[in-house]
C-alpha cells in the first residue's frame, strides 16, 4: 500500500459512504498516537510543546497542510502548551481516506 503521506485528498460528495470499521483501522495502524471518537466517526490526536509560541507555529504549519490538501481539521490550543486536532468529513459526516491522508501528514510537520 502507498503511503499515506504520499496520497493527496480528493474532493468527496455528500452521499459518499464513510469508512468501514475495518477501513478505519486499517488506515489507523498507520498513524501515531491517533485515537478514534464518536463511534468511529472522528480521529484525533493531542500534540504537546514547550511553550504556546512552539504550539502556535505548529497550528500554522497544520493549516498550510491542510490548505495544500483542502481538506481542513478541527484545531485548539489549550492549556497554552497544547494542540488538539480533530479530523473527519464533514460532508458525509464520517471518516474518508482524506482524514487519515491528512493525519499523516501532520504526523510529518
Not at 50 to 72: I, T
Amino acid at each position: 500500500m502507498t503511503e499515506l503521506r504520499e496520497k493527496s485528498c480528493q474532493p468527496c460528495e455528500k452521499g459518499t459512504p464513510a469508512l468501514t470499521e475495518s477501513e478505519t483501522e486499517q488506515y489507523l495502524d498507520q498513524l501515531e498516537d491517533w485515537n478514534l471518537l464518536d463511534n468511529n466517526k472522528k480521529i484525533e490526536r493531542v500534540f504537546k510543546f514547550n511553550n504556546f509560541v512552539s504550539a502556535l507555529k505548529f497550528v500554522n504549519s497544520v493549516g498550510e497542510v491542510a490548505e495544500q490538501e483542502n481538506h481542513h481539521p478541527d484545531i485548539l490550543i489549550f492549556g497554552y502548551n497544547k494542540v488538539k486536532i480533530t479530523l473527519y468529513t464533514h460532508v458525509i459526516g464520517g471518516l474518508s481516506l482524506n482524514d487519515f491522508i491528512v493525519a499523516s501528514k501532520i504526523d510529518g510537520v
